[in-house]
């Protein structure tokens, strides 16, 4: 007599689906990345902001300052450059490789207009720190109130 191990009566077939409920059970309650607040992109990038301005910093190993360029058009910020390729030695071959090279890009938009003229960049040990100054056309302004 030929049996089938995963027949839709059998107890296998009800074990799986038990798995696979399981699994999804499992799976269901994760938060995706998005969700989660998390990006990937490189360079690695934190952002946060006060009334006077922004302040990024991102992480860039490995990275040449003059490789780097900074742009700011209005409430948008632009970091990209790029990271050269270690060279191996004759007769070297990666046993891993993570580290990724070549060009990159990142640019999102800040909560507020920003004073370009007034940007400053430092880079130290591998970090790169933007101080992005509010523009003072987008500053909040405080209204006196009259009484009579």
């Not at 999804?24 to 006077?52: C, H, I, K, Q």
Request: charged residues 30%; glycine residues 8%.
């Amino acid at each position: 007599m030929l049996q089938y191990p995963f027949r839709r009566t059998g107890s296998s077939w009800l074990e799986m689906e038990r798995l696979r409920r399981e699994m999804n059970r499992l799976f269901s309650g994760m938060a995706s990345e998005a969700e989660a607040g998390v990006t990937t992109g490189y360079p690695a990038m934190n952002v946060w902001a006060n009334e006077d301005g922004a302040i990024v910093t991102a992480e860039l190993p490995g990275v040449a300052p003059e490789e780097m360029d900074i742009s700011v058009v209005e409430d948008t910020l632009t970091v990209s450059g790029s990271r050269e390729p270690v060279e191996l030695e004759e007769g070297e071959v990666y046993h891993r490789r993570e580290r990724g090279c070549g060009k990159f890009t990142r640019s999102f938009r800040l909560p507020f207009q920003i004073a370009a003229d007034q940007v400053e960049a430092v880079f130290k040990k591998g970090v790169l720190q933007i101080s992005l100054p509010r523009s003072e056309e987008d500053k909040p302004k405080k209204i006196s109130v009259k009484s009579s």
